[in-house]
T-cell receptor
Framework: ETGVTQSPTHLIKTRGQQVTLRCSSQSGHNTVSWYQQALGQGPQFIFQYYREEENGRGNFPPRFSGLQFPNYSSELNVNALELDDSALYLC????????????FGPGTRLLVL | KQEVTQIPAALSVPEGENLVLNCSFTDSAIYNLQWFRQDPGKGLTSLLLIQSSQREQTSGRLNASLDKSSGRSTLYIAASQPGDSATYLCAVSGAGSYQLTFGKGTKLSVIP
């Protein structure tokens, strides 16, 4: 059984650029959630995908978008990057949305200059 | 809007001491509560999950309790070890909601 993996581990972008982050969910899990964690803060929920459909969204603007693929891997896309987007981006997978333990990946550290 | 608060923000204890971390939440209509551990710059590791119908869960030296009516949970760590040093996060899943709401965490340092 493989765990949740994310790529890349680190990324540096400039303001205004676009970025794509990737997540492979744990084997057998059909739900992926994305979180943003700023330094010294708890993770903030961005959105969740269940069986390739967006299943819920937190308080993030539309320039944060996502996809889930038939193999349940997922992408987070952020357009028009802002300095405040600098954070650790975490993805988590589970078998049932928010009904059981979520398994987190190691995260992608994004720095926007 | 659900808000989760963790007290204290930081805690330093000598090795071997028993300790308690606190978590409170404003909306008692939760589905479950989870405790996570986060090492610096890393992802989250799930420690314990308590369903809203449960009062406590135990795993090894860890025991988590839940008092849903008062909006409180505690994580008890017995016989602390330097390897327990990390940030501990509590998160609640709201009934009928897809959001997992986190506190800011308690940074624990166990001194050898």
């Amino acid at each position: 059984e493989t765990g949740v993996t994310q790529s890349p581990t680190h990324l540096i972008k400039t303001r205004g650029q676009q970025v794509t982050l990737r997540c492979s969910s744990q084997s057998g899990h059909n739900t992926v959630s994305w979180y943003q964690q700023a330094l010294g803060q708890g993770p903030q929920f961005i959105f969740q995908y269940y069986r390739e459909e967006e299943n819920g969204r937190g308080n993030f603007p539309p320039r944060f978008s996502g996809l889930q693929f038939p193999n349940y891997s997922s992408e987070l896309n952020v357009n028009a990057l802002e300095l405040d987007d600098s954070a650790l981006y975490l993805c988590a997978s589970s078998l049932i949305p928010f009904r059981e333990t979520q398994y987190f990946g190691p995260g992608t550290r994004l720095l926007v200059l | 809007k659900q808000e989760v608060t963790q007290i204290p923000a930081a805690l330093s204890v000598p090795e071997g001491e028993n300790l308690v971390l606190n978590c409170s939440f404003t909306d008692s209509a939760i589905y479950n509560l989870q405790w996570f551990r986060q090492d610096p710059g890393k992802g989250l590791t799930s420690l314990l999950l308590i369903q809203s119908s449960q009062r406590e869960q135990t795993s090894g030296r860890l025991n988590a309790s839940l008092d849903k009516s008062s909006g409180r949970s505690t994580l008890y760590i017995a016989a602390s070890q330097p390897g327990d040093s990390a940030t501990y996060l509590c998160a609640v899943s709201g009934a009928g909601s897809y959001q997992l709401t986190f506190g800011k965490g308690t940074k624990l340092s166990v001194i050898p």
